[in-house]
């Protein structure tokens, strides 16, 4: 098939690759010229395992390319799938200027049935919009015969780290198609780009467009609701002496329960939990339908990462003036490169402000630009002063009053304690990741403070 996928972040860039690997011919359309460049010669400019090999793969086999020129990319295509960012804009709605953007030029340059699928994760209704702006490009063209096209809607749960193996082995493939020709149209091209995954099982869940927008925040939000309450639950282990690691061991063998996603820590990351709960807040109220258990997941969330900062001053008297603190782990959660929303950030700015300097490793973030990307440049120089990027978890540890573990990389997950003690300067860890059990490290001379380890 001829599949167009608009945006080369990492989900349509994972997309465009899987889809090539497939055996599609597939063209990538970034307006980024310069990373265009970059994907044109082979070099994927983010970390998702096994991606780098897929891109040079089906480039060189000549099914997958990459272009700055949408008007081409909409031409190609039988499905084109929108996969541009949606960030979050300041009332914490979802900003769809991108995606709108692409609408008019699908309604620009159109000229046989086409199924333009959202991928991207956007508000119920947005299909209709999407809807709306093609049918007013093409409207403007006063063309003799009008194309006919569907918007589809095929949101995407590829989680980073894993997001190829998520792609290429499918729990679902969720696809909300309209009603009418058109939609079924979509519906039959939509299954032939997916049949591969549907060879030992029915993968393919198909529904109305808004069922399905709403779905991809749904799944989130619940996944996003069973840490809050695992964090919410630790806090209450913390004050009555229980250790949330114990529980969970304790519920996870219920198999309505689960043992995914119940691991207390410092509150969810990344650029979808934080960014699609407050869409979905926002678009709650919008209906005049207020979500109570999504808002407190939301603020149990805000919280997290301060709760566990204000344990560590309590025990240093309030103050961390003069005081060096050894950070581990900075990106969101392991085997990503990506920063944004790591709760590590506001570490950095809060034990910054309580005086400390702060000493930090992580195996794939170097510098305070790469850590802080994209606040405002006055708020990293007042920072760079006291942060300090080291080749080793080790080397950070150097003279550290305290330990802190932010992310749980596997390189920390058991470390040489002897020589850790011998490199702090204090034998205090603060783990916001609960990867150690607080009997043996006490054994071993350190002062331990997890999150929920009933301390
Ligand atoms: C998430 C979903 O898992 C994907 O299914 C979805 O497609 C994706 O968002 C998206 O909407 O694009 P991702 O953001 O890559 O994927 O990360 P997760 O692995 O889900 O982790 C999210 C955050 O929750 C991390 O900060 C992680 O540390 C935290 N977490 C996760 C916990 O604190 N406790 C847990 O038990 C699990």
Request: net charge positive; hydrophobic share 45%; with cysteine.
């Amino acid at each position: 098939m001829k599949i167009t996928i608009i945006g080369a972040g990492y989900v349509g860039l994972v997309s465009s690759a899987c889809f090539a690997e497939l055996g599609n011919h597939v063209v990538c359309v970034e307006r980024d010229a310069l990373r265009v460049a970059q994907l044109q010669s082979g070099e994927v400019p983010l970390h998702e395992p096994g991606l780098q090999e897929l891109v040079a793969r089906n480039l060189a086999a000549g099914r997958l390319a990459f272009a700055t020129d949408v008007a081409l990319g909409v031409r190609h295509a039988q499905v084109l799938f929108i996969a541009v960012g949606t960030p979050m804009a300041a009332d914490g709605s979802a900003d769809l200027t991108q995606v709108l953007e692409v609408a008019h030029a699908v309604g620009r340059h159109v000229s046989r049935f086409l199924v333009v699928a959202n991928k991207s994760t956007v508000p119920v209704g947005t299909a209709q919009r999407v809807h709306d702006a093609i049918a007013q490009g093409l409207a403007a063209r006063q063309l003799a015969r009008v194309p006919a096209f569907a918007v589809a809607s095929n949101p995407e749960f590829l989680k980073e780290g894993a997001a190829v193996e998520d792609f290429m082995r499918p729990d679902r493939v969720v696809i909300g198609v309209p009603e009418g020709r058109a939609g079924e149209r979509a519906a039959g091209l939509l299954r032939r780009a997916y049949a591969p995954f549907n060879r030992n099982r029915e993968r393919m869940v198909v529904m109305d467009v808004k069922s399905a927008e709403l779905a991809k925040y749904a799944a989130n939000a619940l996944l996003a609701t069973k840490i809050s309450f695992m964090n919410d639950m630790a806090a209450l282990a913390d004050a009555v002496g229980a250790d949330i690691e114990q529980v969970r061991r304790g519920i996870g063998s219920d198999r309505r329960i689960g043992y995914d996603f119940i691991y207390a820590g410092l509150g969810y990351g990344g650029s979808c939990f934080p960014k699609d709960v407050a869409a979905l807040c926002h678009t709650a109220r919008g209906a005049g339908q207020r979500l109570r258990v999504v808002e407190a997941v939301q603020a149990v969330n805000d919280a997290q990462a301060g709760r566990f900062v204000q344990r560590l001053l309590q025990h240093f008297g309030g103050s961390l003036a003069g005081r060096v603190i050894a950070l581990w782990g900075l990106t969101f959660k392991p085997g990503t490169d990506d920063v944004r929303e790591a709760p590590s950030r506001i570490l950095v700015r809060r034990l910054v402000a309580a005086g400390a300097r702060v000493q930090a490793h992580d195996p794939l973030v170097h510098s305070l630009e790469q850590l802080m990307a994209g606040d405002p440049p006055a708020r990293r120089a007042r920072l760079a002063p006291h942060v300090a990027f080291c080749a080793g978890p080790l080397q950070a540890a150097q003279g550290a009053d305290a330990l802190v573990i932010a992310t749980e990389w596997k390189i920390y997950r058991s470390p040489d304690f002897a020589a850790l003690r011998r490199a702090l300067r204090a034998p205090v860890i603060f783990d916001g990741r609960n990867l150690f059990d607080p009997a043996e490290l006490g054994r071993q001379g350190f002062f331990y403070q997890g999150v929920g380890r009933g301390q």
